[in-house]
């Protein structure tokens, strides 16, 4: 298992260098950063004097290393537009994105996870139609219009929640519904699908044979084997939470790091961006390889292979 651990936390190191290098990169590929810095009506002198202030008249693997050496420690510049440090107005906004992933991805698994073992128990049952309404609902659903249905309904109509911020767990419980009500259709059709096929095993049909009660087949042996691809897919859900709520923070009104990306890539704000991309994609990798460490622990034989 220790190697195991290493061989991972190995690779996931050699991809978070490269993800810093391809985003830093892209950055820069798009167009000349000075230019965007200076605006429209901008001489070509004042993009001159933007570029050699902001040291981009440098080589570009040497721009890239100051910032990765800095970034390292934990100072990834001034923002351009705001004119605070870079680390401290993420970290500002942060802690709201991660509340709002971490409740999107809870919400997700504890609805989608069991209906999917219900579904798969029971196929071709009202329960099991139920959970393909919600799959195909879940894909069909834009989350922009489907959080505005229910800032319409539960905060107009109803004044249930309230439509917008972040004083009190109430403004998180209906952008916790969109956010992971997207994550829902997947991990149900996983979770059923993995059900079915664990439940048509011979193992399983042997552990009844011995009498083994049936809640202990379906929780012991059924579904710890069927939620191996489940647990893969929530990570990256999770990562995919962080990173694309967007629109969810946008409609909701909740400045988190989502949000601050929007305002970002908008403003031209290049220390901001570029901050935000390794963050999100370290969220991807650190999730990632959580999950492959717990799958590991299901499931010897992935050690082993």
């Excluded at 290393?65 to 923002?79: H, I, Q, V």
């Excluded at 911020?165 to 994550?183: D, E, K, N, Q, S």
Aim: aromatic content about 12%; overall charge neutral.
């Amino acid at each position: 298992m220790f190697q195991f651990i290493l061989k991972r936390l190995g690779l996931a190191i050699l991809v978070a260098f490269t993800v810093s290098f391809i985003s830093f990169s892209l950055l820069f590929l798009a167009g000349d950063p000075a230019a965007a810095l200076a605006g429209e009506t901008a001489s070509g002198e004042d993009i001159e004097a933007l570029r050699h202030l902001y040291g981009f008249d440098r080589p570009m693997m040497v721009q890239y290393g100051d910032w990765l050496f800095s970034a390292l420690r934990g100072d990834f510049g001034e923002s351009y537009y705001f004119k605070l440090p870079v680390a401290g107005l993420i970290f500002d906004r942060l802690s709201i994105t991660m509340t709002l992933g971490v409740c999107g991805i809870a919400f997700a698994l504890l609805t989608a996870v069991p209906l999917g073992v219900a579904a798969a128990i029971r196929p071709n049952s009202l329960i099991d139609r139920i959970a393909l309404f919600l799959s195909v609902a879940g894909q069909a659903l834009p989350s922009f219009w489907f959080g505005l249905i229910l800032v319409v309904v539960f905060s107009i109509k109803l004044g249930w929640l309230p439509p917008s911020g972040t004083a009190t767990w109430r403004h998180f419980i209906m952008p916790t519904i969109v956010l992971g009500y997207y994550a829902m259709p997947a991990i149900m059709r996983l979770t059923r699908a993995g059900m079915l096929e664990v439940l048509s095993s011979d193992y399983i049909r042997t552990a009844r044979a011995k009498g083994a009660p049936e809640m202990r087949v379906m929780f012991k042996h059924a579904l710890r084997n069927a939620i191996i691809p489940v647990v893969s897919l929530a990570a990256v859900q999770m990562g995919f939470m962080l990173g694309g709520s967007i629109v969810v923070e946008s409609i909701f009104a909740l400045h988190g790091a989502g949000y601050l990306a929007w305002e970002s890539i908008g403003r031209n704000d290049l220390p901001t961006v570029q901050a935000l991309i390794l963050i999100f994609a370290m969220f991807y990798i650190v999730f990632t390889f959580l999950a492959d460490v717990l799958n590991a622990w299901l499931d010897p034989r992935m050690r082993s292979s």
